[in-house]
């Protein structure tokens, strides 16, 4: 399967506790994206990476959230003393960016997060 | 700034009668516009977009959808629905007129019913 994979696929935590999520995305893609979406609403967006390069992260974003992306291939996103509010599903994208900004993002299933 | 507006939670239609999902959209320049479908348990799958050119664009599994500027709205169609259309529909905008690199914006999706 050379589509984008996000794992865990589920992962249900106390609150307080940190979290990581992988995206590996498909190969050759440039960009990442990392998504957060929660019943009832679309996905919104939290940051995105241009190979290695964090180049935008969005105010929903909170500073105990963090996305690496170390040699521009796949991604890590943590979350710091997870709070209630953070339960969500967290969706990875990536896409093929020549330049232009046009190109579709492809979507991996996502990693459900419960906080306890 | 950008937004999407989907204003309707559900849609319900008779399996072979044509189908409408609508979409609207704000942004300050012209629009690229996207529809992504999203089944239980998986990620979001592209439709189809619109960059520029024809104002009717045709997609994935039937789907077409008609940019109409005048009336700010991407609806989605299709001639004749299929009971394994039933799914959640989400709208998407970008800006690329906008300076920096924007992310997709998602409207709060539409959920299809067919009906056998």
């Known amino acids: 399967d050379t589509g984008v994979s996000q794992n865990p696929r589920h992962k249900i935590t106390k609150r307080g506790q940190n979290v990581t999520f992988r995206c590996d995305p498909i190969?050759?893609?440039?960009?990442l994206y990392w998504y957060r979406q929660t019943l009832g609403q679309g996905p919104e967006f939290l940051t995105y990476f241009q190979n290695e390069a964090q180049l935008e992260k969005s105010r929903l974003l909170s500073d105990r959230f963090s996305a690496e992306r170390p040699k521009g291939s796949f991604s890590t996103l943590e979350i710091q003393r997870t709070e209630q509010g953070d339960s969500a599903m967290y969706l990875c994208?990536?896409?093929?960016?020549?330049?232009?900004?046009?190109?579709?993002?492809?979507f991996g299933p996502g990693t459900r997060l419960t906080v306890l | 700034a950008q937004s999407v507006a989907q204003p309707e939670d559900q849609v319900n239609v008779a399996e072979g009668n044509p189908l409408t999902v609508k979409c609207t959209y704000s942004v300050s320049g012209n629009p690229y516009l996207f529809w992504y479908v999203q089944y239980p348990n998986r990620g979001l799958q592209f439709l189809l977009k619109y960059i520029t050119g024809d104002n009717l664009v045709k997609g994935s599994y039937g789907f077409e959808a008609e940019f109409n500027k005048s009336q700010t709205s991407f609806h989605l169609k299709k001639p004749s629905a299929l009971v394994s259309d039933s799914a959640l529909y989400f709208c998407a905008v970008r800006d690329p007129d906008f300076s920096g690199n924007t992310p997709l914006v998602f409207g709060k999706g539409t959920r299809l019913s067919v009906i056998a």
């Open positions: 994208a990536s896409s093929l960016e020549p330049g232009s900004s046009y190109n579709e993002q492809f």
């Open positions: 190969s050759e893609h440039n960009r």
